[in-house]
């Protein structure tokens, strides 16, 4: 009698287990162990995180490495490598459309929020008031003048309270930039 109801029982956790285990959709794997591993909180960017002591997301790349697909820029940002920069370096990135697209790309994702849309200084941040000084007008005599080689120096390490964006732009992307800036904003 006890066998029998054993038995009984032991199906019944059988037949329950088996039930509670499917899945009609295929959509659910069932149970999760360490589902921080599936479901990690995502942080963006320029938000704060706990995970870090200073309580920022971004970090610079660290002291001495390169990322991959970057080349270790040769001048630091100072006023005297900026003109060594303008004499060295020469746009080699052709005006073709699709560089001219690129570019207009590279320098809305970049450069527009600061120095807006038509290069004039008005970008969204000033605008808003979030950005106290005026950024550069890329449309003012003074930028017309300086060769493209100073303005992908100062695309690459910053320029006075500009940050530097070598490290989020490969070199061909700031080089498009410049092609953008020269051939379509300043041009029109």
Not at 144 to 172: C, F, L, N, Q
Request: hydrophobic share 30%; net charge neutral.
């Amino acid at each position: 009698m006890k066998l029998k109801k054993g038995i009984k029982l032991l199906l019944a956790i059988v037949v329950v287990a088996s039930l509670s285990s499917c899945d009609h959709s295929r959509n659910n794997p069932g149970w999760q162990y360490f589902d921080d591993m599936v479901t990690s909180p995502a942080y963006e960017s320029y938000t704060s995180n706990p995970n870090f002591a200073d309580g920022k997301t971004m970090h610079p790349t660290v002291e001495g490495t390169v990322p991959r697909g970057f080349m270790r820029y040769p001048f630091e940002k100072t006023d005297e490598d900026r003109v060594k920069a303008g004499l060295t370096f020469q746009n080699y990135v052709e005006p073709t459309t699709e560089n001219l697209e690129r570019g207009k790309e590279v320098y809305t994702i970049y450069c527009s929020s600061c120095h807006g849309e038509k290069g004039d200084g008005m970008g969204h941040l000033f605008t808003s008031k979030k950005f106290q000084y005026p950024p550069a007008s890329l449309l003012s005599e003074k930028v017309r003048a300086i060769p493209d080689g100073e303005i992908y120096h100062v695309i690459s390490v910053g320029w006075g309270i500009m940050a530097e964006h070598g490290t989020m732009m490969k070199p061909d992307d700031r080089w498009k930039a410049v092609l953008y800036i020269r051939n379509e904003l300043q041009n029109n």
